[in-house]
Nanobody, 125 residues
Framework: AQLVESGGGLAQAGDSLRLVCTDSRRTLSDSHCVVGWFRQDPGKAREFVASINWRDDSTDYADSVKGRFTISRDNTENTVYLQMNSLKPEDTAVYSC?????????????????WGQGTQVTVSS
């Protein structure tokens, strides 16, 4: 996979942003992979945000974003979206998408095989 993220930027608390993760090599479609979003703020550990199973569309969310963020996918476009609503300053981080082709997914970033470069999200109060 070659993952490219976009959609980050500056936002105010309460705003919305939509992050996009596209596999330019188009390896996600019709696979059994899991795609996850993670975030990392300088000086902090990488944090799981959300994941989606390509096979059955099952999703998982970190408690900190549940009810505010929604992960979805487009099989034709080999793309995963992260819709982020009601943003908070503590959501500020570099957001990266990653793929686990074995299909296990989960919240442990070490399981994932390929990563994008990341996109910065900055939320001001």
């Amino acid at each position: 996979a070659q993952l490219v993220e976009s959609g980050g930027g500056l936002a105010q608390a309460g705003d919305s942003l939509r992050l996009v993760c596209t596999d330019s090599r188009r390896t996600l479609s019709d696979s059994h992979c899991v795609v996850g979003w993670f975030r990392q703020d300088p000086g902090k550990a990488r944090e799981f945000v959300a994941s989606i199973n390509w096979r059955d569309d099952s999703t998982d969310y970190a408690d900190s974003v549940k009810g505010r963020f929604t992960i979805s996918r487009d099989n034709t476009e080999n793309t995963v979206y992260l819709q982020m609503n009601s943003l908070k300053p503590e959501d500020t981080a570099v957001y990266s998408c990653a793929v686990d082709y074995a299909g296990y997914g989960g919240r442990n970033f070490e399981i994932y095989d390929f990563w994008g470069q990341g996109t910065q999200v900055t939320v001001s109060s």
